[in-house]
Every structure is written in structure tokens, then in C-alpha cells.
């Protein structure tokens, strides 16, 4: 590490994880992927290029890793990539999966790895995941999930959060952790609009009203035991705040000071669901896009919408600082969080 980097500091990059897409090829076809939507071409990234983004990483002061794709176990560089970066000492790694590849061998040898997480995604129950992901997608997944836990590692459960889920929810988490009661928590990604896309699964999005049911829903699983959290979404906060049914652990907002993917066509953004871009990688990126001015102005509190609103006291104190992204569902003449919001009585 070089004089300057240790001088120089980067708000939220010791909280953050730096992700790394290092590839958008995968084994599955999802309805709802925003991950590949408006892709055309598949790439994926060198373990050398990976080498070198974690070690500036690593010099901008992040130590925590968050490895996706597509499906990176697919990516013939990622063992090597995580001896590479606990060598050099980043403490916690987390790598998102569809859980098909998680095979007894290759869950072996995940478990070798200190402090490294696996997401596996799973979308409820079978008809419903399937619909998804595609038939026989469960199984397998299931099968992974089993091996992963079998095998010693700790395991995360990503859904996403539809219209569809909400009836389902409650049976869908206790049967989870009744079948697999080693996993951490389950993990909630609100459905959105993918970029590029007609979307088949429009019907799918969260209405005010839906959101209002999914923040009770998952309020009371965590009353009742069953580990749930809701990602990067702080609407989620705010309702539970005014509904008074505050047992869902504080929401992180979508763009937050550290925040920060390589994708795997080198492109630099937030996170995965994204529009924003801030160039394409090359060596000293990481540093000039923390401190560049783009970047500054995205993660700092909006000044323009919120403060004439009079949910800003209120969202504010409960960490959301600027309005909901637009493509939470198909209407955008209203901010999504303001109808949200308006439909909880005063």
C-alpha cells in the first residue's frame, strides 16, 4: 500500500462491500434478472483484472468482498480470486448464487474459507420459483442448499419480493427455516422493472398497497423468530416506524456512501440495478469515481424533491434520504414512496 492511498480515506468503504460481477454468463433464464437485462453481450472479466480491482480495493480501504454475476461459479477464476483476497486481507466474503452448481465438492471447498457467506436465491415454494427460474430450478437449488449447509457454510436466502410471494410468505419462511434451520436469515429484494425489457412479470410489482402488507408480513416473521430482512430499501423503515411494528432491522438506502460494482463489461456503477454509470474501470477507477463529484452528489441527501415533502422529518430519522428509484412499479407521475406513505392512516 502506497503512502497516498493510506493518507487518503473514502467515506463508507470500511462499512461497504466492493462487488465484483465477474461474469454475466449463467445457467439460468430469469423473468425478473436486472442483472442481464439489456445485455447483449456476454463477458466476463480476467482473474488477472479481478486481481487487480481487489487489490485497489483493498488500498481505497474496503475489506469486505461481495462476489455476483450472472453465476460465478461458472467463473473458472473464483477460487483463485479468494485465496487472492483473503491473502491480502480482506475479512468477509460473500458470493451470490442461483445454487444449482453447489455441488457436494464445490461446497467442500467454500467451507474451507473463513468468514464467507453464500446467497442462494430461492423464490418460495416450487410452483412459485420455478415460474421464475425455470422447471426443476427448485430441486436443484434446494439440492445446493443442502450441500452448501451440509458442508459447513453459512447460507443466505435471497427472494424477491412480489405480488405473487405476499399470501405465501409467512408459510414460505417457516417452512424454510423448519427445512433448513442452519441458514443465517431470509433476505427480501423488492421486484422492480428491468432496464431494456418489456417485462412479462409486470403484474408482478408491488402496488402501495402490496408494500404496506410486505413491511407487516416481514415484521412479524421477525416477532415470531423467523430471521428476515428487507435490502436496500428504506421506505421499509419508514412504514414500519409509522405503523409502529419496528421489528424489521434497519434499511440500508440503495445508494450508499461506499457503494460500488465493476461489472462484467467494466463498467462502474452502484449497484447492479443501477442506471447510474460512472466510466469504465482501469487502473486508480475505484478512487477517482469515490471522490468524484457525480458520485458525491448521488449519495448525499436529495435537495430538490424531499424537502418540500412532509414525509421528510420522518424519513430522514429513519435513513432515507432521498425518494424511491422510479422503476419500483409501472406508475411514475407520483413518487412511489409518497403514495406509499399517503396510504398509511395519519
Not at 411514475?332 to 409518497?338: D, R
Request: glycine share 8%; proline share 4%.
Amino acid at each position: 500500500m502506497n503512502e497516498n492511498t493510506e493518507e487518503k480515506t473514502y467515506p463508507g468503504v470500511s462499512e461497504e462491500s466492493l462487488s465484483i460481477e465477474v461474469t454475466n454468463y449463467c445457467n439460468s433464464h430469469c423473468l425478473h434478472c436486472f442483472a442481464r437485462a439489456g445485455v447483449t453481450r456476454r463477458s466476463s472479466l480476467s482473474f488477472h483484472l479481478v486481481k487487480r480491482i481487489i487489490a485497489e480495493g483493498y488500498d481505497t480501504g474496503y475489506r469486505q468482498l461481495h462476489i455476483t454475476g450472472g453465476e460465478p461459479l461458472l467463473w473458472e477464476g473464483l477460487f483463485k480470486t479468494l485465496d487472492h483476497a483473503y491473502g491480502i486481507g480482506y475479512r468477509a466474503i460473500l458470493i451470490n448464487t442461483n445454487g444449482t452448481l453447489l455441488g457436494k465438492d464445490i461446497s467442500k471447498r467454500l467451507s474451507a474459507y473463513d468468514c464467507l457467506s453464500i446467497s442462494v436465491s430461492l423464490e418460495g415454494a416450487e410452483l412459485l420459483h420455478d415460474r421464475l427460474r425455470g422447471k426443476g430450478s427448485y430441486r436443484r437449488t434446494v439440492q445446493g442448499m443442502e450441500n452448501a449447509l451440509d458442508a459447513g457454510n453459512s447460507v443466505i436466502v435471497f427472494t424477491t419480493a412480489r405480488k405473487g410471494l405476499l399470501s405465501e410468505l409467512p408459510h414460505f419462511a417457516e417452512d424454510l427455516y423448519k427445512r433448513f434451520p442452519g441458514i443465517n436469515y431470509l433476505a427480501l429484494i423488492q421486484l422492480i422493472r428491468v432496464m431494456h425489457d418489456g417485462f412479462a412479470l409486470s403484474e408482478e410489482l408491488l402496488n402501495p398497497e402490496d408494500f404496506l402488507q410486505l413491511v407487516q408480513t416481514v415484521s412479524l416473521l421477525n416477532l415470531y423468530g423467523l430471521r428476515s430482512i428487507v435490502i436496500r430499501n428504506p421506505l421499509v423503515s419508514v412504514v414500519s416506524k409509522l405503523i409502529e411494528m419496528p421489528w424489521i432491522p434497519q434499511v440500508h438506502p440503495l445508494y450508499r456512501e461506499g457503494s460500488m460494482i465493476v461489472l462484467a463489461n467494466r463498467n462502474i456503477t452502484f449497484v447492479h440495478s443501477s442506471r447510474n454509470s460512472f466510466g469504465t474501470y482501469k487502473a486508480g477507477m475505484i478512487q477517482k469515481v469515490l471522490a468524484s463529484n457525480g458520485y458525491r452528489k448521488a449519495v448525499l441527501p436529495d435537495e430538490t424533491t424531499c424537502p418540500s415533502c412532509k414525509y421528510v422529518e420522518i424519513c430522514r430519522e429513519n435513513g432515507m434520504i432521498r425518494p424511491s428509484e422510479g422503476y419500483r412499479d409501472m406508475y411514475s407521475e407520483v413518487l412511489y414512496c409518497k403514495r406509499v406513505l399517503d396510504r398509511i392512516p395519519s
